[in-house]
């Protein structure tokens, strides 16, 4: 869930403390297992504070931390030099108005249009030294990216803070088969897959999805029981309003 309203962090304390859910035994010890999220409901920040920096930058993520948030969504893409960025665009067309490709640029050359705009680039490891007490859900955009980010995590020992996503699910079965304790959410093949036949194709306790998709229904209080049965948490991308927060709280999703 996005972090547009101002005031969001101590609606969420309140909400801990006058709107418990009822969660059975198996869960609980699930959110105790867990260090990813040990809390039943979170608010993931995305791309940072966009209104006011430029999205997946320092400025942007730093505006949110300073703020409370204990979690970010980011993507990531490689730059010409290898390095792998949090940007989510494959161009910088929407951004900055440039007919440029990420994978044709060098990292300094990117980050040279950041610091026209008063803001700082980062790569993944410099995202996560960056803010150490921060939780990462990272958006595999690319297959470039999947074994760096990997190694990263794997270097800065961030396993237990960050949860490796992607729309393709292959993404996140290559983060499994190399390293089995990570954390990753389901991509679309695996949300379908669940949603219209029961059926978990792969180690993960994140179901991550949107409203709707193309004009289908994705998520409803038959797929929030659906996942409940499981020990599933779900996350549900990218909520802007109140009334939207609220209403998806009651039904009793967790981010």
């Given at each position: 869930?996005?972090?547009?309203?101002?005031?969001?962090?101590?609606?969420?304390k309140?909400?801990?403390?006058?709107?418990?859910?009822?969660?059975?035994?198996?869960?609980?010890?699930?959110?105790?297992?867990?260090?990813?999220q040990?809390?039943?409901f979170?608010?993931?920040?995305?791309?940072?504070?966009?209104?006011?920096?430029?999205?997946?930058?320092?400025?942007?993520?730093k505006?949110?931390?300073?703020?409370?948030?204990?979690?970010?969504?980011?993507?990531?893409?490689?730059?010409?030099?290898?390095?792998?960025?949090?940007f989510?665009?494959?161009?910088?067309?929407?951004?900055?108005?440039?007919?440029?490709?990420?994978?044709?640029?060098?990292?300094?050359?990117?980050?040279?249009?950041?610091?026209e705009?008063?803001?700082?680039?980062?790569?993944?490891?410099?995202?996560?030294?960056?803010?150490?007490?921060?939780?990462?859900?990272?958006?595999?955009?690319?297959?470039?990216?999947?074994?760096?980010?990997?190694?990263?995590?794997?270097?800065?020992?961030?396993?237990?803070?960050?949860?490796?996503?992607s729309?393709?699910?292959?993404?996140?079965?290559?983060?499994?088969?190399?390293?089995?304790?990570?954390?990753?959410s389901?991509?679309?093949?695996?949300?379908?897959?669940?949603?219209?036949?029961?059926y978990?194709?792969?180690?993960?306790?994140?179901?991550?999805?949107?409203?709707?998709?193309?004009?289908?229904?994705?998520?409803?209080?038959?797929?929030?029981?659906?996942?409940?049965?499981?020990?599933l948490f779900?996350?549900?991308?990218?909520?802007?309003?109140?009334?939207?927060?609220?209403?998806?709280?009651?039904?009793?999703?967790?981010?």
């Amino acid at each position: 869930i996005s972090k547009k309203e101002k005031g969001y962090k101590n609606y969420y304390k309140i909400q801990y403390i006058f709107h418990p859910l009822i969660l059975n035994l198996n869960i609980f010890f699930f959110y105790m297992r867990n260090n990813y999220q040990s809390k039943p409901f979170v608010a993931l920040s995305h791309r940072g504070n966009s209104n006011k920096h430029i999205e997946n930058s320092f400025e942007a993520f730093k505006s949110v931390v300073d703020m409370g948030f204990e979690y970010i969504e980011t993507d990531l893409r490689k730059t010409l030099d290898n390095q792998i960025v949090t940007f989510h665009d494959e161009d910088l067309n929407r951004l900055f108005n440039v007919d440029l490709k990420v994978e044709n640029l060098t990292f300094a050359e990117i980050d040279k249009f950041f610091s026209e705009k008063n803001c700082n680039l980062l790569t993944l490891k410099e995202a996560l030294l960056n803010f150490p007490e921060t939780k990462f859900n990272i958006d595999l955009k690319v297959k470039d990216v999947i074994r760096e980010s990997i190694n990263v995590v794997k270097e800065l020992e961030a396993f237990e803070r960050v949860c490796f996503a992607s729309f393709n699910s292959s993404h996140t079965d290559e983060v499994l088969t190399d390293s089995p304790r990570a954390v990753v959410s389901m991509g679309m093949k695996d949300v379908a897959y669940f949603k219209f036949f029961n059926y978990l194709r792969k180690d993960s306790k994140i179901l991550q999805v949107p409203l709707n998709w193309k004009g289908l229904n994705i998520l409803n209080s038959k797929l929030i029981k659906k996942a409940k049965d499981k020990d599933l948490f779900i996350h549900v991308w990218t909520i802007n309003d109140r009334e939207s927060i609220i209403k998806l709280m009651d039904m009793g999703v967790h981010g």
